[in-house]
């Protein structure tokens, strides 16, 4: 809950999912079950609205893409933490949602803006994330997209793996 | 430079001369607020003496905490919840608010947000402060960055300014509006920006107006939302001011990322369908005119306040409410319960049927008579999401107080403008 080892320099895998615009990711586990942190009850229930075999089918390294104004509604945190237990390491998105974008950088999530990503990436493309340069390269499409790279202090959130171990280094006394 | 008034706030919230949308700075909120939940604040409580160490509060005057979920079990949960929060609040010599009302409402009535004023919160309707020119934001988890340090990182956002022209007509307010605005630029609108509400419209409106649409501007994707102080804001203010406070207010050239006008006078009732408040779902109250609800809610940091009240007892007086509906109405703090207990709008809306509760926040959030399987809710809380007021099998229609109250009378969605015909 409290953040993620750090991502590596370049994030390498597959695009695992792809959703629509104003996504609500409470959905990726069912409004139901948005106050679990259980590991094996968030395996249960991730993504079995989409697709049953997502969770045997992701592999670590593998990204999620969003469309516009990802993590629209009222975000909890357990969705994202079922699919980083799976080993998604970032989401990248035409945009994010502001309340969505806060929480998950707080944990250490890379959040990369990605303007024209829909357009470009089916399932399972094989993608690479540079995510300090906010780059996104997509071999089978040939393209390469860059976003706005984040702030220094962003960054450094990331690094740490999550703002509560950078504030811990920063001001545990 | 010319500035917006969130510039001016965050630049001197940053110690800095001015500043420009996009750059990352750490800001000094003047107050640092919480509600105690569990889960959030008990973490907080816990991190910041366990894990931070952190014995005392270099100035506890700047953090401020409230109990106003959570009020109306009176179980042995809730007191655990809130011995926790007021042991916590005694030890480090905070300041806590407990059971005034919800407290996005009771930081203005108590003073805390005078204009020029730059709060935060971990919860985004915060931004209803903005009404008097003050700036709150909604941080989530980063608050506790806040607590810890004194300071919060932030983007400094850009302004999309709104011109409003024209008055509400009868049966419309700032609900409608919200909505509307929804309906025209998209859940995204104002994405990582604050809208800044001004013109003649703008100006007409009342306090209570103001904060309920303030109060829902993350709908809008924005950060937070805010009117340039005027006479209506620094009279407010200079009644219930805790110590001086400096108003700023956006130069005439200062720049916006974006401009939009809405002629307030156009504006029709507006209900959202269950889900969430995304254009999509937002709808001319006609089209639903054949859906039924069986209960109705009047409450929440966006509605609740002395006008909604008034609003919703003009349309009860000497009418009642459906046989198939049950109606709660939760005055937003113990101060608007009061005035309008005096003003006799209670008694109109006791004998139209409808239930009173004490302010608080568990309505909205489905902890108060949560919502049973299949049930219809027309409410004007903050939220319609599955699952928000109790069932994931009941559905939540929102709307203003006046619609909520003309639903409530008719037992299916109704134009409150028919039942004042």
């Known amino acids: ?48 609205a989409y697709d049953p075999d997502f969770v045997d089918e992701v592999e670590p390294g593998d990204v999620i893409v969003g469309g ?101 280094a920063e001001h545990r006394r | 430079m010319p500035q917006t008034i969130t510039e001016k706030i965050l630049a001197r919230a940053g110690g800095v001369d001015s500043v420009r949308p996009g750059q990352n700075l750490p800001f000094r909120p003047d107050h640092m607020i919480a509600y105690d939940f569990p889960g959030y604040t008990d973490v907080m409580f816990r991190q910041m003496h366990e894990d931070f160490g952190i014995t005392e509060l270099a100035e506890p005057e ?148 103001r904060q309920g649409l303030c109060g829902m501007a993350m709908f809008t994707g924005a950060v937070s939302a805010i009117f340039n102080p005027d006479r209506r804001a620094l009279d407010y203010a200079d009644a219930v001011a805790r110590g001086p406070y400096e108003p700023v207010s956006s130069d005439p050239d200062a720049e916006y990322s974006s401009r939009h006008t809405f002629d307030l006078s156009t504006i029709e009732p507006q209900v959202v369908l269950p889900g969430s408040a995304r254009s999509a779902n937002t709808r001319g109250v006609s089209e639903l005119d054949t859906t039924e609800v069986t209960k109705a809610f009047i409450g929440s940091c966006a509605s609740g306040r002395i006008e909604d009240i008034r609003d919703a007892a003009a349309l009860l007086e000497g009418r009642k409410v459906s046989a198939g509906v049950e109606l709660n109405v939760v005055p937003t703090s113990a101060e608007i319960h009061r005035q309008a207990e005096r003003e006799g709008l209670l008694d109109v ?10 302010s608080s926040c568990d309505f909205c959030f489905g902890y108060q008579k949560p919502l049973q399987p299949g049930e219809k809710c027309i409410s004007t809380g903050v939220l319609n999401i599955s699952g928000r007021m109790g069932s994931t099998a009941s559905e939540i229609y929102m709307g203003s107080a006046s619609t909520v109250a003309a639903s409530a009378i008719t037992g299916t969605i109704t134009d409150p403008r028919e039942v004042m015909a």
């Not at chain 1, 895998?13 to 996504?23: E, L, N, P, S």
């Not at chain 1, 450094?156 to 999550?162: D, L, Q, S, V």
């Not at chain 2, 004998?351 to 004490?358: S, V």
């Open chain 1, 1 to 48: 809950m409290s953040g993620y080892p750090p991502p590596p320099e370049t994030i390498r895998g597959r695009v695992a999912w792809i959703f629509g615009d104003d996504f609500d990711v409470d959905l990726i586990i069912g409004v139901e079950n948005i106050k679990h942190y259980d590991a094996d009850v968030l395996r249960g229930v991730t993504m079995q």
């Open chain 1, 68 to 168: 516009r104004n990802f993590g629209y509604g009222h975000p909890h945190y357990p969705p994202l933490v079922a699919l980083r237990n799976l080993g998604v390491a970032a989401v990248v998105a035409e945009s994010f949602s502001p309340g969505f974008w806060r929480g998950e950088t707080y944990n250490g999530m890379p959040l990369i803006t990605a303007p024209g990503i829909t357009d470009h990436v089916r399932r399972w493309d094989p993608v690479e994330v540079d995510w300090r340069k906010a780059r996104v390269t997509l071999p089978t499409a040939g393209t390469t997209l860059e976003g706005t790279p984040p702030s220094e202090r962003v960054t450094k959130i990331i690094e740490a793996g999550g703002s509560l171990r950078l504030l811990l």
């Open chain 2, 62 to 209: 700047r953090y401020l905490v409230f109990i106003d979920h959570m009020l109306t079990k009176g179980d042995e949960k809730e007191r655990d919840i809130h011995k926790v929060t007021r042991d916590w609040c005694d030890f480090y010599g905070v300041t806590l608010h407990e059971a005034e009302g919800i407290g996005h409402q009771v930081a203005a009535e108590l003073g805390y947000a005078p204009p020029g004023r730059f709060l935060i919160h971990f919860d985004g309707h915060v931004s209803g402060l903005g009404a008097f020119g003050s700036l709150g934001w909604g941080v989530r988890r980063d608050l506790l960055e806040a607590w810890v340090s004194g300071q919060i990182y932030l983007d400094v956002p850009a302004t999309v300014r709104f011109d409003l022209t024209g008055e509400f007509r009868p049966g419309v307010d700032n609900r409608d509006l919200i909505h509307a605005i929804i309906g025209r630029l998209g859940a995204d609108g104002c994405a990582h920006q604050v809208m800044e509400f001004g013109g003649p419209g703008a100006e007409a409106m009342s306090i209570d107006r």
């Open chain 2, 349 to 358: 809306l006791r004998a139209a049927g409808a239930n009173i509760h004490t």
